[in-house]
């Protein structure tokens, strides 16, 4: 079975309590904002995922990436 898979690139260290399986909402990107996040990939190990980032330039080029033949 495929495993899943779950990335988050930040450019700063993140505290100690920071456990994204925990923090959800407003408080999250909250969080992800102050570590200066750029995106986060997520795939539950099948044939779908989902990508999140402050930037909609950065979801563009993974869609494109994911879509060429």
């Known amino acids: 079975l495929p ?3 779950h990335i988050v690139q930040m450019n ?3 505290p100690d309590y ?3 399986a ?4 407003k408080q999250r990107f909250a969080l992800l904002d102050r570590l200066e996040w750029a995106f986060e990939f997520e ?3 099948n044939d ?3 990508i999140t980032s402050p930037d909609v330039n ?3 080029k993974a869609i494109s ?5």
């Open 3 to 5: 495993k899943q898979q």
């Open 12 to 14: 700063k260290m993140p």
């Open 18 to 20: 920071a456990d994204l």
């Open 22 to 25: 925990v923090i959800k909402g």
């Open 43 to 45: 795939t539950p190990g």
């Open 48 to 50: 779908y995922g989902q």
């Open 58 to 60: 950065v979801v563009r």
């Open 65 to 69: 990436l994911l879509t060429e033949k």
